[in-house]
């Protein structure tokens, strides 16, 4: 460890070869900066980050140096305080902000103003500058983002962040000197999943919230806390803010083994839904007339009672319910006759998943994990649309290996431009095998597009060229079998070996060949991973619930068996076949339905019973690593609404006759599932219990700005009102309590004297960009019992194209796939319709046009919809873009009949 002089005074600094600003940072001096960024490294372009650097002890005039531009050596002498280098970074500000508006108390950005921090810390606090100010024209973003340019100090960062982070090209720098642009070409949307991030990456206010600001509020006054996302299987750590009953926004939190610094838009923006007019406020009970009408508590629980006392109930359980009410709604029914509310392939899929993991060979991957990977193989999944944050992850990851080209070079890695520069596009070795191209294409070293089976044979052969022992498919083509050797070459000669696969192309032989690869590789002592995508934010906890399938549950409908149905948090229409939900709906003679939004499955419900979202209750959420994490609540819902588990609970002492619920509060509930499910046995050790304080304090939602208590409830009271008590974690709902660092699980904004704005996040981390201090939020539930189990069987045909059907497989988009951010307007507008894709060849021979409407036949229901050219999809195969309106419950892959209006079936074939 180096030593360094700050001011006369030695520290150690954790590791040479970084730069000054983040080792300084690290040690807690504060430097003002504008251009780096803790993600990005150094780019040296805005000079505010100065600070004199001394030959040696006995330089007494030294020199000004940039501190992100300079390197930690042994005995390095620099000094923040010298009164040159404080002018130097006083007169830097001075000339940004010579034409940065007078807006502050306007500007959404106020309060958490990287700008304003930096403007206080350097000390500047007049303005000299009497001239007229250079303007911009805004542009119109699209529905996420706010563009006003006039706040712009030309630190980079934004294209610094769009291309080289994300991948994006419609964003970039336009002009020269001071009249310098960063924006589109011309005006809309924003091309990239990742553009939200902007609003956080920008020092000013140049990118801001647009949803936010539809509903804005001072960021001192949103009432926080720390939750996880629940638009993916990922469980990327977020700050939910909210204020006067109204979920505002979304901010990322940092955890150095999930999502880092970012989010994806679907996680930022799709937050919506809380606030949305389809919410069930209160409980729904079904009259005389056929209709739900609202009623009151009494009255449902006594409805309640006549349906648990007319016989056995079953519970459907759901992969977006947390595992409190999963295991709640398994308590109230039993184990037996608790099922997952997934459609059969989509269980099968994550049984087999669940087991992979569970059993080895490799250790699932965690976000981080796959950033630091050398050699990667993407099979069948498409990553950027399934697991958004991921495909960022897989950016860095392909520099892991051409590193070496600047560490030769002498180049230090802090050094941004100068390694991009020396690399070129010399990257990693990253295969992509899919149906249809990604979004990760550009960066692919090649792709092979293929059928799911013969995706599945790629596996197989690679496995087999790294170790002959495993199974070896027949009869490949020369294309593959040149392909999978040079996989095997380079999977076997990296370092950190990783392959991708998942639910994407909703195949199970898929899964199983990329288990074969990584445990070929374990086998003969390499230390390889396995990334696994996984549908929903908690598919992966109730996979380790051990639910039952959806036949089981349909069979003891049918049976008269069970004759009441209790659904928690799961629209049957969207996770399954429509024959399978009617089923189910139709065969019981009673339905109870837990949820916050009104769906086609709350509306064939006897009762329905208003549940809380992620934001009104905490729980527990089992992301696709296998790393529990817990969400705490962020605010009282309004009416009847309580947290599913709750009614559950209520429930059970109803049916057993019991005074008080089963369960009092979070901590009683967790106890019973980590003793019920041994998987999840340190479930309880996420978060400190609710009876933990600091100082005899609890940890504040609020913060100490937080203003006008009395008047958020004055339409109810003129007096202060006692605020409500917290019994499921150690936080309060008021701005009092322990005013210090937090656990970090129970950290509900980043914030520190002197930094208001997101920067302030390196106060929280051991090291500058390095976990946070005590440890990030979330433990892993599961490791591989044994490393190197035996591979799977490898008999798995070639693909064979019908002469008149074609194979659907699904597709998949960050905006409109996913159920609760589908029903958030911004996103709802970046919704695509949907669609039929068709490859070039297959639309020749049935001569069809783009555009042009086919009929697509699913087991005899046909749904017209346009068809799109997709060039790289083989002949045979069709895309279908599951959870897109109107094509909700497909269970994809399946064979299926193309119908084109005006043309007989007959004159179709031939």
């Excluded at 509020?217 to 977020?238: E, K, S």
Aim: glycine letters at 8%; one cysteine or more.
């Amino acid at each position: 460890m180096p030593t360094i002089y700050v001011d006369g005074k030695p520290y150690e600094v954790a590791e040479e070869g970084k730069n000054l600003l983040d080792a300084c940072l690290s040690l807690g001096f504060d430097i003002p900066y504008f251009c780096w960024h803790p993600a990005m490294h150094s780019a040296g372009a805005c000079r505010q980050c100065a600070v004199k650097l001394f030959r040696d002890e006995a330089d007494t005039r030294g020199q000004i140096v940039m501190a992100c531009m300079t390197p930690v050596t042994e005995g390095v002498r620099i000094s923040i305080a010298d009164p040159e280098a404080v002018a130097f970074r006083a007169s830097v500000i001075e000339w940004l902000m010579v034409n940065h508006p007078h807006d502050c108390p306007v500007c959404d950005e106020g309060g958490e103003c990287h700008l304003q921090d930096m403007t206080v810390m350097t000390g500047h606090v007049r303005r000299r500058h009497r001239f007229r100010k250079r303007t911009h024209r805004n542009q119109h973003l699209g529905p996420l983002l706010h563009h006003e340019m006039n706040r712009c100090i030309q630190c980079f960062r934004c294209v610094r962040f769009y291309q080289e982070v994300t991948g994006g090209r419609d964003l970039d720098v336009f002009g020269w000197h001071d009249g310098i642009y960063f924006g589109r070409h011309e005006d809309g949307v924003l091309e990239s999943p990742f553009a939200g991030n902007l609003a956080e990456v920008c020092p000013t206010g140049v990118f801001t919230d647009k949803t936010f600001k539809r509903h804005y509020t001072r960021p001192w006054d949103l009432q926080t806390a720390p939750a996880v996302c629940v638009h993916c299987g990922l469980g990327c750590n977020t700050i939910p803010g909210e204020r006067y009953g109204l979920l505002r926004r979304i901010r990322n939190r940092f955890n150095a083994h999930v999502n880092g610094f970012f989010l994806c838009d679907r996680g930022r923006f799709g937050y919506e839904f809380v606030n949305s007019d389809r919410r069930l406020r209160e409980p729904l009970l079904r009259g005389e007339d056929g209709e739900l009408h609202p009623a009151g508590l009494a009255e449902t629980m006594e409805r309640l009672r006549a349906i648990l006392q007319a016989g056995e109930a079953i519970g459907i359980g759901s992969p977006r319910a947390s595992m409190e009410t999963n295991f709640a709604l398994r308590e109230f029914v039993g184990a037996e006759s608790f099922h997952d509310g997934t459609s059969r392939l989509d269980h099968d899929l994550m049984e087999t998943i669940r087991t992979v993991l569970l059993k080895g060979p490799g250790r699932s991957a965690s976000v981080q994990d796959v950033a630091e990977a050398d050699a990667v193989l993407v099979l069948g999944e498409d990553v950027q649309n399934t697991a958004p944050l991921l495909a960022l992850s897989l950016r860095k990851a392909v520099v892991q290996q051409a590193i070496g080209i600047a560490q030769r070079l002498n180049i230090h890695l802090y050094h941004d431009s100068a390694v991009r520069e020396a690399i070129q596009q010399d990257t990693g070795p990253l295969f992509i095998a899919t149906p249809d191209e990604t979004p990760l294409d550009d960066i692919a070293t090649l792709t092979y597009r293929r059928a799911p089976d013969d995706i599945a044979r790629l596996g197989l052969a690679v496995a087999n060229f790294i170790d002959p022992a495993a199974p070896r498919p027949d009869g490949l083509d020369g294309e593959t079998e040149g392909l999978a050797g040079r996989i095997a070459d380079e999977l076997w000669n990296a370092e950190r070996p990783l392959v991708v696969c998942g639910y994407g192309c909703g195949s199970r032989s898929v899964i199983e060949a990329a288990t074969n690869v990584v445990c070929a590789l374990e086998r003969l002592g390499k230390d390889a991973s396995l990334a696994c995508t996984v549908p929903e934010c908690n598919s992966m906890g109730l996979a380790l619930m051990g639910a039952r399938d959806p036949g089981s549950a349909i069979e003891a409908v049918r049976s008269g068996r069970a004759r009441a149905l209790v659904i928690a948090e799961n629209d049957l229409f969207r996770r399954m076949r429509a024959s399978d939900a009617e089923a189910l709906l139709s065969g019981a003679e009673h339905v109870v339905v837990l949820d916050h939004l009104a769906n086609r499955t709350a509306e064939r419900a006897e009762v329905v019973l208003p549940a809380a979202t992620f934001a009104e209750c905490t729980g527990t959420f089992v992301n696709s690593e296998g790393r529990g994490q817990r969400s705490i609540q962020t605010f009282v819902p309004e009416g009847s609404v309580q947290a599913s588990w709750r009614w559950l609970g209520r429930m059970i002492a109803l049916r057993d006759g019991l005074a008080e619920r089963p369960w009092g509060a979070l901590d009683d509930l967790l106890a019973a599932l980590a003793r019920a499910v041994p998987v999840c046995a340190r479930i309880r050790d996420l978060v400190p219990p609710s009876s933990y304080r600091l100082h005899g304090q609890r940890v504040p939602r609020q913060s100490p700005r937080y203003s006008g208590r009395a008047a958020v409830h004055a339409h109810e009271d003129v007096r202060e009102v006692a605020p409500p008590l917290d019994p499921d974690s150690p936080m309060s709902f008021t701005m009092e309590g322990y005013g210090g660092q937090p656990p970090s699980a129970l950290i509900a904004r980043f914030w520190a004297p002197g930094w208001n704005s997101p920067q302030a996040v390196t106060k929280f981390e051991r090291g500058v960009a390095g976990p946070l201090q005590g440890g990030d939020p979330g433990r892993r539930l599961i490791e591989p019992e044994d490393r190197n189990r035996l591979c799977y069987a490898g008999h798995i045909p070639p693909f064979e194209p019908r002469p008149d059907e074609w194979l659907a497989v699904p597709a998949y988009h960050v905006f409109g796939s996913e159920e609760l951010s589908a029903a958030t307007p911004a996103v709802a507008t970046l919704t695509p319709a949907a669609y039929l894709g068709l490859s070039p060849h297959d639309a020749e021979r049935m001569q069809v046009e783009e555009g042009q409407e086919l009929g697509l036949d699913v087991e005899h229901e046909v749904h017209p919809l346009p068809m799109r050219l997709r060039p790289q999809l083989p002949p045979g195969v069709v895309t279908v873009p599951l959870g897109l309106p109107g094509l909700e419950g497909l269970e994809l892959p399946t064979w299926v009949k193309l119908v084109v209006p005006g043309l007989s079936e007959r004159a179709l074939r031939t």
